[in-house]
């Protein structure tokens, strides 16, 4: 379950990333500074499951973790109250249950330096610490982002 789990993230924020970067070209200020960190915590991520699954390059995950540990606390300041002008894909709940979507910021911060405490030699460890950085980007966009469909800009 946990690995349909994981795997489910993973396609998830590759889907995010590949949709996110048409939109950016629409997108201006705290939104697209925001979307434009997604994009780059998505990329890392990726790199990350890529060399857990060909079980090489293990000692690059550190620093891909780092950035992700990195961008975390600064999620909760792109998104400013009345920040919702298109193409943003976050919903009005953030602002609703700020006292959560701070918690999910930091549950991902906390993720991220889990796997980035990994040690090099634990290929297990890895899996499951980058199952758990997935879970925690699932969770916040489950929650406070809206699904695209393909073609929606």
């Known amino acids: 379950m946990r690995a349909a789990a994981n795997a489910f993230c993973a396609v998830a924020i590759l ?57 975390a606390p600064h999620i909760v300041h792109l998104f400013p109250p009345g920040s919702t002008q298109k193409p943003t894909d976050a919903r009005g709940t953030i602002w609703q249950n700020w006292a959560d979507f701070q918690r999910k910021t930091t549950a991902l911060k906390d993720a991220s330096n889990k796997l980035a405490n990994v040690s090099v030699d634990d290929l297990e460890g890895f899996r499951d610490a980058a199952g758990a950085v997935s879970q925690a980007c699932g969770e916040c966009h489950e929650k406070y982002r809206i699904k695209r469909r393909k073609g929606d800009l």
Do not use: F, P, Y
């Open 15 to 71: 889907a995010a990333g590949c949709l996110t970067s048409a939109a950016h070209d629409h997108a201006t200020g705290v939104v697209k500074e925001r979307m434009e960190m997604m994009e780059a915590m998505a990329k890392r991520l990726k790199a990350i499951r890529e060399r857990v699954d060909a079980k090489r390059d293990l000692t690059a995950i550190k620093a891909d973790a780092e950035a992700i540990a990195s961008h």
